[in-house]
């Protein structure tokens, strides 16, 4: 798989999920973390704590459209993968956030940011066994 390397797409990304992440915290005083909030909005403690959830959700659903409507063009996306292993590979995510206690985006944007030992033992976690099985996929299964 080939990648692009777009250092200007790259920075305007990552300074929107910052921005978002503090946005969130200073309005809400809630952690950005994408599992954590589609938990919270599949099973709400209020509607005040759903409608925000909501909000958030919808943009990022709707976000490649509005990157359609503004520049005319959808991003490429391809999956070389089989559906199978898609499949396993959602399940083994979602055990790794519920043993993990968050995602990437909770721990590796929000708890970093925050020197939160906890976040940082779990971003490095993320990242050894995402390397592990990069390796176990491309040179002993071969996928």
């Known amino acids: 798989m080939v990648t692009?390397?777009?250092?200007?797409?790259?920075?305007?990304g990552g300074t929107?999920?910052?921005?978002a992440s503090?946005?969130?915290?200073?309005?809400l005083g809630r952690v950005m973390g994408a599992t954590g909030i589609l938990a919270g909005f599949m099973q709400p403690s209020s509607p005040r704590d759903w409608s925000w959830r909501a909000a958030l959700l919808a943009g990022m659903v709707t976000a490649p459209g509005l990157m359609l409507l503004s520049t005319g063009q959808m991003p490429a996306i391809d999956v070389p993968v089989s559906t199978p292993m898609l499949i396993v590979g959602g399940i083994l995510v979602g055990i790794g956030v519920t043993y993990g206690a968050g995602?990437?985006?909770?721990?590796?944007?929000?708890?970093?940011?925050?020197?939160?030992?906890?976040?940082?033992?779990?971003?490095?976690?993320?990242?050894?066994f995402t390397g592990i099985t990069v390796y176990i996929l491309r040179h002993v299964i071969g996928g």
């Not at 020197?115 to 990242?127: K, N």
């Open 16 to 19: 929107l999920i910052g921005l």
């Open 4 to 12: 692009d390397f777009t250092p200007l797409q790259s920075l305007i």
């Open 103 to 128: 995602c990437t985006s909770g721990h590796g944007v929000c708890g970093n940011a925050r020197l939160s030992p906890r976040s940082i033992a779990a971003t490095l976690s993320f990242m050894l």
């Open 22 to 27: 503090v946005l969130l915290m200073l309005t």
